[in-house]
Each structure stands twice: as C-alpha cells, then as structure tokens.
C-alpha cells in the first residue's frame, strides 16, 4: 500500500508540474470562415494572427508568458459562428481576434459577452456590432454607416444624371452596407433606378442583368461579397452590359479577380488606405513577404487587433478580459495600422474610408479622388 501511495502522490506532482507548464502559456483565438465561401477571408484573419503569435513570443510573449493560437472556424454561419464562440469561452481563453462576417460577430459577441471573452474584430462593419452595450466588444475596422457614404459620394459626384442600382445579398454585412449606401444617396438627393436583392450562395444572376439592361444601368452598387459580385460583373459582359460595378470591402481580396479574370478592370470598392503602404506596418509587411504571404486585406488589421490586446494585457498586468477592455478604452494604442484609440461603445476613432480600382491584371489600387472614374 505504501508503494501504491507512493505512486499516487507521484502522479499528483507531476499532475501539478504539467498543469503548471501550461499555466505558462496563454491561449488566444482567431475565429473566421476558414472554410466556405469567404475562405479567402479566414486566410487573411489567421494568417496575421498567427504572425503575431509568432513576432509575440520570439519578443519574450505577453506577461513573459508564451502564446498558443487556437483557430475558430465559423465558415460565416451564424450558428456555427455561435458554437465556436462557447467553445471558446468554455476553454476560458481570454480574447478571440473575430470575427469576419457581420452574421457571425454579432450572435458570436452574445457568447463571448456571457463567456468572459474580450473580442475585437478586425473586419466587421455593419453598425449593430458596437450598438447592444455589450462591454466586450471592439473593432478595429469602420462601420458600413460610414463606408457606405464614402461610396454614395462618390456615386454623387461621378454618376449625376446617371442610373444607379443598389443590389444585396440579405446578409447582415450586404444588406446593412447597401441600406447605408442608399440612405446616404438618398440624403442627397440622389434617386436610385433599382433596388434588388438576391441570395447569397446564387450562380445565375442573368435576370437581374436583364433587368439591369433593360433599365440602362451606368454603375451597379453591390452590397454582397466578393464570389457573387464576380459572377455578376461576367455575366453582365456577358450580355454585353458596360456599367460600372461598385461594391464595398468584401471585394477586397485577389480572389475577385480569379473569378473575373481581365473583365475585374475599372471595378471600385470601398475599403481603408492600403495598411500595407503605412511606415508603421513596413517592418511587419516584410516579414509576411518573407514566408510569401501578400498581407492584403483585413491580414494587418488582424494583426493591429492582437496588438492592441496584447499592449492592453501588459498594461493592465492581467489577461483579466474586463480589465484589459477597460484599459484599452482608457488608452491609446501603437499598431501596424498606427495609432488607435476607441470610443465608449468600442468603435475605433480613426477612420476614412477611399475608393480603390481594379485593374485586368488582377491588381488594384487607391483612386486618385480627382480623377474620378
């Protein structure tokens, strides 16, 4: 019996010395469609999470402890972006960078608010996400209520005595985007020829572009991603419709153009200055270059949300999520993105918005604003 106890207590140090191994180490998420449709976008997110991981723990970690990246995938179902939010919460990590789709931040927000999770999004935008007075949320991107009056002023300024359809997806994200987009026109007193949603997930498009035709459509303001917009932009050359197609951040990816080919040219979309040419992010960029990674899109603004935690962590001298959300509101934080500071309702206080062009080689950039179209 005394070796058997012996044996117990053996396993109960070494129980404790593994449990204290991995008290050591701090679990963070990223969460996104890693799978689905907006894959593209998954990659974005986790590639700059797992770079900061990286840069994190060769500079010594977060509280001189060590890093883990746990990777939630929410392919941007509500549901399952629900799910992956109380596994989160379940596993007590702290802070999840997440998610990307509007539909899958705001019913994953709710679980993380009950969960005990700090979570900042680097890419959703529609408005809803930072008005429930949750105390947990943050994002580091804009609001559709602001992207979308960058977009009517362009629409405005360029398109006068022109006829302009708004089209949606009936998403979160694609509706929201295209209702403040035709708010803002409307406001101006800008009338649009046709409003018209489709579902995402649709392939055909060929009765809209009739519709599109028949009502002599200069420029098609999509409220959608970047999957349908591509198939809509080939099938209205393909009934050889000219107009001008506009959408707003979720065009943001080189995937638009592998499914449009050289047609993507002369497309517009809405989104931030390129992170990509900010001095603060040079260092950073280089380092993505290195593993032959293109950080575009919401890849640096992922990498900016893990920052602004970590420096909230070390300030706060916790991983505790309501102290650590408490000290980044109370502060002002250095990023890849630059400077950034939050309101009280977790919106960032930095924005502006710009329009930016694609070309046939499958290339965009920022417009010029006084060269219009």
């Known amino acids: 019996m005394k070796s058997l106890k012996l044996t117990g207590l053996a396993f109960c140090a070494l129980l404790a010395l593994s449990t204290t191994t991995f008290a050591q180490d701090i679990t963070v998420?990223?969460?996104?469609?890693?799978?689905?449709?907006?894959?593209?976008?998954?990659?974005q997110l986790q590639n700059g999470a797992e770079q900061f991981v990286a840069d994190a723990n060769d500079a010594g970690g977060v509280l001189n402890k060590k890093l883990k990246l746990?990777?939630?995938?929410?392919?941007?179902?509500?549901?399952?972006?629900?799910?992956?939010?109380?596994?989160?919460?379940?596993?007590?990590?702290?802070?999840?960078?997440?998610?990307?789709?509007?539909?899958?931040?705001?019913?994953?927000?709710?679980?993380?608010?009950?969960?005990?999770?700090?979570?900042?999004?680097?890419?959703?935008?529609?408005?809803?996400?930072?008005?429930?007075?949750?105390?947990?949320?943050l994002r580091i991107c804009g609001r559709d209520d602001q992207q979308g009056v960058v977009a009517a002023e362009y629409i405005v300024k360029n398109f006068k005595g022109k006829n302009v359809a708004i089209l949606n997806d009936k998403t979160t994200y694609g509706k929201g985007l295209a209702d403040e987009t035709k708010k803002a026109l409307?406001?101006?007193?800008?009338?649009?020829?046709?409003?018209?949603?489709?579902?995402?997930?649709?392939?055909?498009?060929?009765?809209?572009?009739?519709?599109?035709?028949?009502?002599?459509?200069?420029?098609?303001?999509?409220?959608?991603?970047?999957?349908?917009?591509?198939?809509?932009?080939?099938?209205?050359?393909?009934q050889g419709l000219k107009a001008i197609l506009m959408a707003g951040d979720a065009l943001n990816d080189r995937e638009f153009a592998s499914i449009t080919g050289p047609l993507a040219e002369g497309t517009l979309f809405t989104f931030g200055p390129d992170p990509r040419n900010k001095p603060t992010a040079?260092?950073?960029?280089?380092?993505?270059?290195?593993?032959?990674?293109?950080?575009?899109?919401?890849?640096?603004?992922?990498?900016?949300?893990?920052?602004?935690?970590?420096?909230?962590?070390?300030?706060?001298?916790?991983?505790?999520?309501?102290?650590?959300?408490?000290?980044?509101?109370?502060?002002?934080?250095?990023?890849?993105?630059?400077?950034?500071?939050?309101?009280?309702?977790?919106?960032?206080?930095?924005?502006n918005y710009v329009i930016y062009k694609w070309d046939d080689k499958g290339n965009y950039a920022e417009l010029d604003p006084g060269k219009g179209t």
């Open 186 to 238: 409307n406001k101006a007193g800008f009338q649009e020829k046709m409003f018209e949603s489709y579902n995402k997930g649709d392939k055909d498009f060929n009765s809209i572009v009739s519709r599109l035709k028949r009502d002599g459509i200069d420029l098609v303001f999509v409220g959608g991603y970047y999957q349908e917009a591509g198939l809509i932009l080939r099938q209205m050359r393909d």
């Open 29 to 43: 998420a990223v969460a996104g469609p890693m799978t689905g449709s907006e894959s593209a976008f998954g990659r």
């Open 70 to 137: 746990f990777v939630g995938d929410d392919a941007c179902d509500p549901k399952q972006a629900r799910s992956i939010a109380e596994r989160i919460a379940s596993r007590g990590i702290p802070f999840v960078a997440g998610h990307f789709c509007s539909s899958s931040s705001i019913p994953a927000s709710e679980a993380y608010a009950d969960g005990n999770v700090l979570q900042i999004t680097p890419a959703s935008t529609n408005p809803l996400f930072t008005e429930r007075n949750l105390w947990n949320v």
């Open 282 to 351: 040079k260092a950073i960029v280089e380092k993505f270059k290195a593993r032959g990674i293109d950080p575009e899109g919401y890849t640096l603004y992922t990498y900016a949300a893990m920052q602004v935690w970590a420096q909230g962590a070390a300030k706060a001298g916790t991983t505790d999520p309501m102290k650590v959300m408490k000290t980044i509101k109370a502060g002002a934080w250095d990023t890849v993105l630059g400077k950034l500071e939050f309101d009280a309702k977790g919106d960032i206080k930095q924005i």
